[in-house]
T-cell receptor, first 114, second 114 residues
Framework: GQNIDQPTEMTATEGAIVQINCTYQTSGFNGLFWYQQHAGEAPTFLSYNVLDGLEEKGRFSSFLSRSKGYSYLLLKELQMKDSASYLCAVRGTYSGAGSYQLTFGKGTKLSVIP | ETGVTQTPRHLVMGMTNKKSLKCEQHLGHNAMYWYKQSAKKPLELMFVYSLEERVENNSVPSRFSPECPNSSHLFLHLHTLQPEDSALYLC?????????????FGPGTRLTVT
């Protein structure tokens, strides 16, 4: 089966750093994605990890430990526009015809306050 | 500009109606997906089409019927829905293969079943 856990809500202050954790137990693993979703909008891609370690992309970084089934998304120099839901998604086993299934967590709603 | 469009953006229908949701992608991708997003629940994968072949169907009720006439278009036909089917329906597309290919989401159709 597939199980992905992340905190439901977090609050952080503008200019600060916040870490959003994600743990997963899945029957197959072919990479982990983080998406950002503003209220009423489509999810947009933030990062992808398939090997252990840290991937940095500007103010956003994502870390993966496959042995621990653990990832985190680190947001630095928080801005008000970073208030959104952050979705952790695991790409599982091969589904056929060149496709892989993505299983999503429930998302973490981040509120950035002045 | 996400390259994935969905129509209509909002839909209200009665339980005896028949309607269709449309998705179109302009990214040259070979895989398309339907997801359901309900409040407090993770994104749920409903259907996957890859290379115009349905490769995943997560036991979705038969009142939802997908159609993929070509790699750029995806439909979700709806009939005799229930109030619990009210949700945001998201379409996504991606390339096929094992690379770091994220899914690109459309803006969604907000469906209300009365």
């Amino acid at each position: 089966g597939q199980n992905i856990d992340q905190p439901t809500e977090m609050t952080a202050t503008e200019g600060a750093i916040v870490q959003i954790n994600c743990t997963y137990q899945t029957s197959g693993f072919n990479g982990l994605f983080w998406y950002q979703q503003h209220a009423g909008e489509a999810p947009t891609f933030l990062s992808y990890n398939v090997l252990d370690g840290l991937e940095e992309k500007g103010r956003f970084s994502s870390f993966l430990s496959r042995s621990k089934g653990y990832s985190y998304l680190l947001l630095k120099e928080l801005q008000m526009k970073d208030s959104a839901s952050y979705l952790c998604a695991v790409r599982g086993t091969y589904s056929g015809a060149g496709s892989y299934q993505l299983t999503f967590g429930k998302g973490t709603k981040l509120s950035v306050i002045p | 500009e996400t390259g994935v469009t969905q129509t209509p953006r909002h839909l209200v229908m009665g339980m005896t109606n028949k309607k269709s949701l449309k998705c179109e992608q302009h990214l040259g991708h070979n895989a398309m997906y339907w997801y359901k997003q309900s409040a407090k629940k993770p994104l749920e994968l409903m259907f996957v089409y890859s290379l115009e072949e349905r490769v995943e169907n997560n036991s979705v009720p038969s009142r939802f019927s997908p159609e993929c006439p070509n790699s750029s278009h995806l439909f979700l036909h709806l009939h005799t829905l229930q109030p619990e089917d009210s949700a945001l329906y998201l379409c996504a597309s991606s390339p096929t293969g094992q690379g770091a290919f994220e899914q690109y989401f459309g803006p969604g159709t907000r469906l209300t079943v009365t």
